[in-house]
């Protein structure tokens, strides 16, 4: 009986530290998840005229540009997952990864050949302990991402989808990446950034009718090798915002809900400790009434 106290003791005392550790880690979350979310409403705007601009010139102009045409002379595709530095999330990264997975798997079907380009040190790890090969790696900024991470990852893919087929180049860039809708639901979504698809709407939320009027100076091809590079690295910093607002959220409901877990283990260690407690009481009593009969019958 005096050992198993002790052992729900050193129970208690080791959940107790780990409430702690849990605690701790949602508060983090908690203080650094509304600076995330203003980021993501902060880019909105940006994003929206960009993406607009960009539809007026395709729309309104007959330029044949590289970033516009399917390419038909590589089979080469890329994959970017944006994931999580950090576990403690819950199944955010797990998520993503498996969506990733869905998407690789479904390109292969299609005869084409995959290059994964991953962000966040959980998607590394998953993929180097199973052995397969990455073609760009970026780790240390997942909850909270710069422009420059996403300009390095932007050029990056520009690049290879600029290079020849002989030389590495890609035909498509597919980001798969986890879409901020609240504090509750996150969830994984993939798009299609080259060939070039305006993933947003045309015209904002709420608003209709044609699109403003542009004049192209000096020429619509020079407009379009301006500013495609950069709704390309404006798309993937939304993207890599989204994911960090969505990293915090997640972890900020798997650290509550294992604070209230190992709550409900402390009280359990507690009462199994008290019963203990009690049988030992209980087997001295018994023990001190047993040898008082056994005298008194003696006597």
């Known amino acids: 009986m005096a050992g198993s106290q002790r052992v729900y003791k050193q129970r208690i005392k080791s959940t107790q530290s780990l409430?702690?550790?849990?605690?701790?880690?949602?508060?983090?979350?908690?203080?650094?998840?509304?600076?995330?979310?203003?980021?993501?409403?902060?880019?909105?705007?940006?994003?929206?005229?960009?993406?607009?601009?960009?539809?007026?010139?395709?729309?309104?102009?007959?330029?044949?540009?590289?970033?516009?045409?399917?390419?038909?002379?590589?089979?080469?595709?890329?994959?970017?997952?944006?994931?999580?530095?950090?576990?403690?999330?819950?199944?955010?990264?797990?998520?993503?990864?498996?969506?990733?997975?869905?998407?690789?798997?479904?390109?292969?079907?299609?005869?084409?050949?995959?290059?994964?380009?991953?962000?966040?040190?959980?998607?590394?790890?998953?993929?180097?302990?199973?052995?397969?090969?990455?073609?760009?790696?970026?780790?240390?900024?997942?909850?909270?991402?710069?422009?420059?991470?996403?300009?390095?990852?932007?050029?990056?893919?520009?690049?290879?989808?600029?290079?020849?087929?002989?030389?590495?180049g890609i035909a498509e860039v597919h980001v798969v990446y986890t879409q901020f809708v609240n504090m509750v639901t996150q969830r994984p979504r993939v798009i299609r950034l080259l060939p070039l698809e305006v993933v947003e709407g045309v015209a904002p939320a709420g608003e209709s009718g044609p699109l403003p009027l542009y004049d192209f100076e000096p020429s619509p091809e020079v407009v379009l090798d301006a500013l495609l590079p950069r709704y390309v690295r404006a798309r993937i910093f939304a993207c890599l915002l989204q994911a960090a607002a969505s990293e915090l959220a997640a972890r900020q409901r798997a650290m509550h809900t294992a604070t209230d877990n190992a709550e409900d283990l402390i009280r359990m260690y507690t009462r199994l400790a008290n019963q203990a407690r009690q049988g030992e009481i209980t087997q001295e009593i018994s023990e001190i009434v047993s040898g008082a009969d056994a005298l008194a019958s003696a006597s």
């Open 19 to 168: 409430k702690k550790m849990f605690r701790a880690q949602e508060l983090i979350a908690a203080s650094r998840i509304g600076r995330a979310r203003d980021r993501v409403a902060m880019a909105s705007p940006y994003s929206r005229a960009i993406t607009r601009a960009v539809s007026a010139v395709a729309t309104h102009s007959n330029v044949s540009h590289p970033f516009l045409m399917e390419r038909t002379d590589t089979q080469r595709v890329a994959v970017l997952l944006v994931a999580s530095d950090r576990g403690m999330a819950g199944a955010y990264s797990a998520s993503v990864i498996r969506e990733t997975e869905r998407l690789i798997e479904r390109l292969q079907g299609q005869g084409k050949q995959v290059d994964l380009f991953v962000s966040g040190r959980r998607a590394v790890s998953y993929y180097t302990f199973r052995q397969r090969e990455l073609a760009a790696q970026w780790t240390g900024s997942s909850d909270a991402p710069t422009s420059q991470v996403a300009v390095e990852i932007a050029d990056e893919l520009l690049e290879r989808f600029r290079a020849p087929a002989d030389e590495g």
